[in-house]
């Protein structure tokens, strides 16, 4: 390794040198205020008399290619400054007269003049970089949608309105700095991947899916790294954008380990699954297996499979805001188009399964976030699974889950179904969307030109008051926002609080089924909404359906579900078992014993908010037998944890009471819908 400062344009001229951006590294994405700071600082220089200095940062490459005049250095880090300065150095070129120095600025720092054709232009930006760069070189056919043309733009802007001539700031740029280090191409230590992780080590600069970009390709050749990018990365891209890469492989870490990143260790994770040997797969194996799936993704986010059915499934898990539901997917569709396990049919029907499992959830109030280790492990539930068909693996599992991964019941489903606040829920519109496609023909698609419609409107007119009769609020506040009492229309703010006979001219004519259902009623008051969410009620059963096999309710006392979070107030019966994970609020925390969930469980709500803790200390709800369970001193306590210098917890309890405390201090926090736990099945 070769480290020496030296100043910018000294870098950029000496030698006959071109400066490759390897295909791995992003586009140039710097912005425009990154640019208009990096000119203000040049400006600094030149209205100083050139008596201060600009350092620029670190600048990191490969030699990978010498000839006896000629080099090719390949830049790992510090290409956004380098394509910067450069395109700073073709705004200046056109702005200065004289062409002397025109001339020397051309040939020393934008193209090479006598060097081979490979190593003609300095800079060579990555592939979809190149064509406005060679543009901008040859001023036609400028591309107006890239960076590149932007920025350039920008700096000849910033030229011309300058009060510093282009010749005094092209002085400028030679009290400007820069550390260079030159490693050996082939020296181990002096890897450049490792380099790079080390100089990008704040994750600021460079997104989760870059990271795993550049695992994958900068231990190749140039060549080799060209090859692997056009034919796999780059058609990852395609089919994902950038932006959507990280989200990807997150998933797909979870379908291949069961195991949930947090979003900034994904990259961490994933080279820790992509050098463990059980993996069996080299860079290029990766980056095939990753093209495979990032097809199937793009399904899951575009709705663009070669079967509609299966797209008006995967548009509805967008519309239920379930993506959680990723990584099995990804299993079960791999299955499905690579594997030929099952048809497309039969994963249309699995998509329903799920599509009712989630909605009937969200109607009867079961926690979202249980379903991200629900998911998780369900591919290696559905390998295990002893099930013939299948659509009875999927079906089997989810409908032995119990506590906070229950699949409700008809039973349950119909009661929330009918009286649960919809609108305040968000999922007003999707339920009602799905009433309205069963029942029509003419689908109806869930945009943003479709309102939810109150019959009974949300302000009483008195006209309403006397339509409702003298319970009118009571009747108001208890089925206003429910399945019952809404509908779908597009023209929300004609209707308003028009009364129901002038409503029901307007829903004569409607081309909604379940607005024109509206007019069977004479009058609108409980009795009828009642009944019409009954009807809907109906319908909703077809749609979100659980097949009878699976619909009778499970036995729940004595059965342990081991594949389930279960809610710290959960009523269950923990003798003889362990619990071997905790959940506070989305974070996961491993535990061995009841003992240690207690401890891990308090010092986390204490960190969260001490006050809180702090009224717990000898409060009424922790007195035990002749001691108090959390106290101020380690007095009298027989197993003492200590959360700070003077709160101390009892941890030698029962289980049982280990687990009630935990209940009552969660209600003290109001966290109980935030906290849950696993059992361990191997205790």
């Excluded at 200046?92 to 001339?103: F, N, S, T, V």
């Excluded at 922790?622 to 380690?634: C, K, L, W």
């Amino acid at each position: 390794m070769e480290a020496n400062k030296i100043r910018l344009l000294e870098f950029l001229g000496s030698g006959k040198r071109t400066f490759n951006i390897p295909v791995y590294q992003r586009n140039y994405d710097w912005q425009s205020e990154h640019c208009r700071r990096l000119f203000k600082d040049i400006e600094k220089i030149a209205l100083s008399d050139f008596q201060i200095e600009h350092f620029l940062g670190t600048v990191v490459y490969v030699i990978s290619y010498v000839q006896p005049t000629f080099m090719e250095l390949v830049l790992i880090d510090g290409q956004q400054r380098i394509t910067s300065i450069t395109l700073l150095l073709k705004a200046l070129y056109d702005a200065i007269q004289d062409e002397e120095l025109k001339e020397d600025i051309y040939e020393s720092y934008i193209i090479n003049k006598r060097a081979p054709e490979a190593l003609r232009i300095k800079l060579k930006p990555i592939e979809s970089d190149m064509s406005a760069y060679q543009n901008i070189l040859s001023n036609e056919n400028i591309n107006t949608n890239t960076n590149i043309y932007n920025n350039y733009m920008l700096f000849k802007s910033l030229v011309s309105e300058s009060s510093v001539s282009p010749d005094q700031l092209y002085n400028a740029l030679n009290n400007i700095e820069l550390v260079y280090i030159q490693l050996e191409k082939d020296k181990k230590s002096e890897n450049p991947q490792l380099i790079f992780e080390s100089l990008n080590s704040t994750g600021l600069s460079l997104t989760q899916a870059d990271l795993i970009r550049n695992f994958l390709l900068m231990n190749h050749t140039y060549d080799e790294q060209a090859k692997l990018y056009k034919e796999y990365w780059m058609k990852v891209e395609k089919l994902l954008s950038n932006n959507k890469i990280s989200d990807f492989v997150r998933d797909y870490l979870t379908m291949k380990t069961s195991t949930i990143s947090t979003k900034d260790k994904v990259y961490e994770n994933f080279k820790e699954f992509a050098t463990n040997p059980k993996s069996n797969f080299d860079e290029q194996g990766l980056l095939e297996d990753l093209l495979v799936f990032a097809k199937y993704y793009s399904y899951f986010l575009y709705f663009n499979s070669s079967n509609v059915k299966i797209n008006y499934c995967l548009e509805q898990f967008q519309q239920l805001k379930s993506t959680t539901i990723y990584p099995v997917l990804l299993y079960i569709f791999d299955d499905c188009f690579a594997y030929k396990k099952i048809s497309d049919d039969e994963l249309i029907e699995i998509l329903n399964v799920f599509i009712s499992y989630i909605f009937r959830r969200q109607i009867c109030g079961y926690p979202t976030n249980a379903l991200n280790k629900i998911f998780a492990n369900l591919i290696s539930e559905i390998e295990e699974s002893k099930e013939t068909l299948y659509l009875d693996k999927v079906l089997s599992i989810l409908s032995k889950k119990s506590s906070s991964g229950t699949f409700p019941r008809n039973k349950e489903f119909e009661i929330e179904f009918i009286q649960k606040d919809l609108y305040k829920s968000k999922i007003d519109k999707y339920a009602l969307c799905q009433l309205e496609n069963y029942l029509s023909k003419e689908k109806i698609y869930f945009s943003n030109d479709i309102t939810t419609e109150h019959i009974m409107p949300q302000t009483l007119t008195p006209q309403w008051q006397i339509e409702l009769g003298k319970k009118f609020e009571e009747i108001h506040a208890q089925y206003l926002h429910t399945i019952g009492n809404l509908t779908i229309s597009g023209y929300n703010s004609e209707l308003s609080n028009k009364s129901f006979i002038d409503k029901k001219e307007i829903f004569k004519t409607s081309n909604i089924s379940i607005c024109r259902n509206i007019c069977e009623y004479n009058n609108w008051n409980d009795t009828s909404i009642r009944d019409r969410a009954k009807k809907m009620f109906e319908i909703a059963l077809k749609i979100w359906s659980i097949p009878e096999k699976y619909n009778s309710e499970k036995e729940k006392v004595g059965i342990i579900d081991y594949t389930s979070l279960y809610s710290i107030l959960t009523d269950i019966n923990i003798t003889g078992e362990k619990p071997k994970q905790l959940i506070i609020m989305d974070m996961e925390y491993s535990v061995s014993s009841w003992k240690d969930l207690m401890r891990v469980l308090c010092r986390e709500l204490f960190e969260l908010d001490s006050a809180i803790f702090y009224n717990l200390v000898r409060h009424k709800d922790f007195t035990g037998r002749e001691r108090y369970i959390i106290n101020g001193t380690s007095d009298n306590m027989n197993s003492p944890y200590k959360i700070s210098d003077d709160i101390f917890v009892e941890t030698n309890l029962s289980a049982i009471d280990i687990l009630n405390y935990c209940k009552i201090i969660c209600n003290h926090y109001q966290t109980g819908d935030d906290v849950y736990f696993m059992l361990n099945k191997n205790k």
